[in-house]
Structure formats: structure tokens, C-alpha cells
């Protein structure tokens, strides 16, 4: 996807930080539910570092994505963190986290073995008693398609406006993808970049089964504000001791 490599020093005028400040509140507010004396967190997918730049705000964050460029982007804003190049199926830091924490990152898991290499690499990086926190964009259950747009002007006299179309998928199939148009403007010069992503449909027993057999337990769906969280599901789940 060219927007986390071509087009990654764009994002922040995608999707910009003080656009997750609620949602990472409320983040915040269910790990400490869970787990009140949570200190360190580990993010798997953490793109641009928008939720992190609140999170950092409560606990002590280390940041791995898979795409080098995202890392630099969220450097710019996060560069008191600890940033780790890693693909979430496979990452091993060799130590573990109160707090492991996937947001929509997760979504680029397409197949089922995909999910519970993610989920797995959650479970090996939170310690025992810790917790675990998912908040895929939604589930099979939850899942609309349609349209939304955005953008925002930067202070360096670039500015960015997108479409983002989310199709159903096909009958029968469980893959869908999202197109984003995106108009980039950079002084008088105007480009535009036609990007695909491609994202799977599982169910919320799908999500908790994967979450059972990685070996989390206490598994539970908190209620999110869908003013704030729209189609969003968290799961939140813990290590056994
Ligand atoms: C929408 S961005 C995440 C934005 C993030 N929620 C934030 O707060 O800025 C999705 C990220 O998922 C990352 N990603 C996709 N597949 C991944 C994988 N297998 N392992 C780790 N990161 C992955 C992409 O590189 C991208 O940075």
C-alpha cells in the first residue's frame, strides 16, 4: 500500500493526531479498567503515532509497525519513544508489556492463520496478569459499506484531501476493499494517487476463538460510543498468571 510507503510523509494531513485524542481516551480509560497499575504498552501497527501521542500521556510506549516510513512519521511526533521495525505476525522483542495494544492495524490480517500470528505475537509480548487490547475497525457483524472523506491543511503549505470508498465484498467471500482517492497539494502543484487496501470480515466468535486459543482469557467486548468509534469493536482480554 503506497500510503504507508510512497505516500507515508502525507499522513499526518490524512489522519491527524488530535483526531484520536477521544478515541484514545477511551483506550486508555479500558486498560486501566483492566489492569490499574499498567505502566508499559506495546503497540503492534502504530503507523503514524496519532493514538500513541495520547497513550504516551499514560503509559510508557514502544512503537513497532511493519513500514520503515511509518515509523519515521510517527517519530516526527513520538520521538521520545521507543520505535521497532516488525511485522505483527512475526515480531519477537524478547520481552513482554503490561499492556499489548492493536488498533487498526490489525485490520490488514486477511486470513484467519494471519489473525492468530498477530494475536500470538500479542500473547508472547504481554506478561503473565497482563492485558491485551484489540480494536479491529469492525467485525463481520458491525461491517457497512460506503463513503467518507477528509483531509487537513499542513503548516508547511502542503495540504491533503481524500475519498475513501469501502466496498462490500463479493458474495460468499470474506475479503473487501477500501479505495482512497487521495488529492495531494503541495504549493501550486496538485497530484492524486489512487490507493487499495484489501481487509477481511470475521465475526466476533471468530475474534474470540482466536483469542481463547492463542491463550488469553476473561475476554470481554467493552461498550464503545459509536459517535466516537463508529463500526470500532475492542476486545480486551488477559494472560493468565
Ligand atoms: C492506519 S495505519 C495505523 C495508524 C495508527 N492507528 C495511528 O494511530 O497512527 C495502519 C498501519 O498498519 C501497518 N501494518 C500493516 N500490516 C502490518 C503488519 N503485518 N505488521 C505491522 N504493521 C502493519 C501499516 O504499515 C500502517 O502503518
Known amino acids: 500500500m503506497r500510503m504507508y510507503r510512497e505516500l ?34 506495546l503497540e503492534l501497527g502504530s503507523g503514524g503515532g496519532n493514538n500513541a501521542s495520547h497513550l504516551k500521556r499514560h503509559f ?46 490489525i485490520e490488514y490480517m486477511t486470513t484467519p492463520d494471519d489473525l492468530a500470528a498477530a494475536v500470538a505475537t500479542a500473547f508472547a509480548h504481554t506478561r503473565p496478569g497482563g492485558v491485551a487490547l484489540f480494536v479491529p475497525d469492525g467485525t463481520a457483524e458491525t461491517f457497512r459499506s460506503g463513503t467518507d472523506d477528509g483531509g487537513h491543511d499542513g503548516p508547511d503549505g502542503r495540504s491533503l484531501r481524500y475519498l475513501e470508498w469501502t466496498l462490500p465484498p463479493k458474495p460468499g467471500e470474506t475479503i473487501y476493499e477500501v479505495h482512497f482517492a487521495i488529492l495531494m497539494k503541495n504549493g501550486d502543484a496538485v497530484t492524486v494517487d489512487h490507493d487499495i487496501h484489501r481487509h477481511a470480515l470475521f465475526t466476533k466468535a471468530d475474534w474470540i476463538d482466536t483469542l481463547q486459543t492463542a491463550g488469553f482469557e476473561a475476554i470481554e467486548t467493552p461498550e464503545l460510543d459509536p459517535e466516537v468509534h463508529e463500526e470500532q469493536v475492542a476486545f480486551v482480554c488477559r494472560r493468565p498468571d
Do not use: K
Not at 510508557?60 to 513500514?67: F, G, I, M, Q, R
Open 8 to 41: 507515508a510523509a502525507w499522513f499526518h494531513l490524512l489522519t491527524h493526531p488530535d483526531d484520536y485524542a477521544e478515541e484514545a481516551a477511551t483506550y486508555a480509560a479500558i486498560i486501566r479498567d483492566a489492569l490499574p497499575g499498567a505502566t508499559t504498552l
Open 60 to 105: 510508557t510506549c514502544t512503537l513497532t509497525d511493519l513500514s520503515e516510513e511509518m515509523l519515521a512519521i510517527s517519530r516526527t511526533i513520538n520521538p521520545e519513544l521507543e520505535h521497532r521495525q516488525g511485522d505483527m505476525r512475526s515480531l519477537r522483542l524478547g520481552r513482554t508489556f503490561d499492556v499489548v495494544f492493536a488498533h487498526d492495524a
